[in-house]
């Protein structure tokens, strides 16, 4: 679906069903490192926090709130 109409921002997990948030943010990188990335999980391991960064990826703790939100909105508008 990215190839077809990029987006520019994408929103996911790092728990999914078949491939890690981080797996996919990878792949997005490699082809689209202009798309803007998040994840927004409650795994908030310093390993985790640290493989986003390596890959580019923002992330924000779960659980979804609307301050945890207006955060992910700040991280894109810098």
Known sequence: M?????PALVSMDVNM???????AAGRIRLHHPEIRI???TANIQD???QAAEKVGVRFVA???T????????????E
């Open 2 to 6: 990215i190839e077809q109409e990029p």
């Open 17 to 23: 069903p078949g491939m890690s948030g981080l797996e």
């Open 38 to 40: 998040v994840l927004c």
């Open 47 to 49: 390993a985790v926090r």
């Open 62 to 64: 779960k659980p979804i």
């Open 66 to 77: 609307q301050e945890s939100i207006e955060r992910m909105v700040a991280l894109f508008e």
